[in-house]
């Protein structure tokens, strides 16, 4: 525990260090440097600079780039759709992934929110500015040259804000010396249809499932599916909505490293695919490619739960600085 003055210790500089550290950076030749810490990890300099264009070329490719998770997805529900219209959908939205991809183009109109999640390890020193700002102006820099939508407006006014900022960012420390960025965009469609609630701890698990499929089922077409279905359950009201946006950012196909939320993950799946759905709504097997849940504790009192549903257009890309 820190007490008196002794927090000034542990956080002013020697005025010796400042000194040679603007030095270095009036040099500036490389945006990494590296200098010992007291603990073992290299502490590493990074230019937010580096932030800003990892920021731009992430927005650009996550619009254009299909994981190769999602397209091993659609193959996998056209060999179990049994509506020969569903069929046809999902190829269709394959083909329009693949052409995206190829060309370069957004895979839909809706370029999304620019979500943004940051892993920032604890032995990075961040230089040359504002992390928040050097993340935004990646994202003002990554809609503009990629030519993507700009979605974002004044609740009231629902002026545009003009350059899809201001970006939404989630920032974790971490241990080490690295930064990950992860960029997933977020079209307005299928936010529009998730929900956050409180259960009672008497709910249970039939009270999540209950919850879950009765909200995908009146989402109806609205979310552009097959969807995949992102659940938060425990922490706080809102620690729950991250948890199921988190959710989303999981390979498509992989398993949930919890067996009891895996098997829970494939009953609400098993159930929403009976609700006949389909592709875009037009009936079929496929409403959903699956269900990711994410968990951890909550008060005595409380039973959050947050459901994300996120269209077809299932976009994310990584970096890691
Ligand atoms: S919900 Fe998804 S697929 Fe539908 S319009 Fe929005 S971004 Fe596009």
């Known amino acids: 525990m820190l007490v008196n003055g002794d927090w000034k210790k542990r956080f002013i ?4 260090r400042i000194t040679n550290h603007e030095s270095r950076l009036r040099a500036g030749t490389s945006a990494l440097r590296c200098a010992g ?14 932030i800003t264009e990892k920021l731009r070329d ?14 091993q997805a659609f193959d996998r529900a056209v060999e179990k759709e049994e509506s020969p219209l569903g069929v046809e959908i999902l190829k269709e939205l394959k083909e329009n992934a693949r052409i995206a991809k190829e060309e370069k183009v957004p895979i839909c109109q809706d370029t999304g929110f620019a979500v943004v999640f940051v892993e920032l390890g604890q032995d990075v020193h961040l230089v040359g500015g504002n992390l928040n700002e050097a993340i935004q102006e990646g994202v003002r820099q990554g809609y503009k040259d990629g030519y993507l939508r700009k979605s ?28 990950k960025m992860t960029v997933a965009p977020k079209g307005g469609g299928s936010e529009n249809m998730s929900r956050v ?20 089922k009146e989402s109806g077409s609205n979310p552009c599916p097959p969807t ?16 199921a946006k988190k959710s989303l950012l999981r390979p498509l196909g992989s398993k ?21 759905i389909g592709p875009q709504g037009l009936g079929g097997r496929t409403t959903s490619l699956a269900v990711h849940i994410l968990m951890m504790p909550c008060h005595i009192a409380s039973f959050p739960l947050a459901v994300n549903i996120q269209c077809h257009a299932q976009r994310h890309k990584e970096a890691v600085i």
């Open 228 to 243: 995949i279905v992102g659940v938060g359950i425990g922490g706080t009201f809102e620690q729950a909505a991250l948890l």
């Open 13 to 16: 500089v020697p005025k010796s």
């Open 256 to 276: 949930n490293p919890d067996p009891e939320l895996d098997q829970l993950e494939s009953e609400i799946l098993t159930e929403i695919n009976q609700l006949g």
């Open 152 to 179: 974002i407006c004044h609740p009231f006014t629902r002026a545009n804000t003009g350059d899809n900022t201001p970006a939404i960012i989630h920032t974790e420390l971490v241990p080490g010396n690295k930064i």
């Open 58 to 71: 992430l927005c650009m490719k996550a619009n254009t780039d299909l994981g190769e998770d999602v397209f």
């Open 197 to 216: 609630t409180m259960l009672t701890p008497s709910d249970g698990i039939e009270g999540i499932k209950r919850f879950v499929v009765q909200r995908v």
């Open 37 to 50: 810490t007291n603990h073992g990890e290299k502490m590493r300099e990074v230019d937010v600079k580096l």
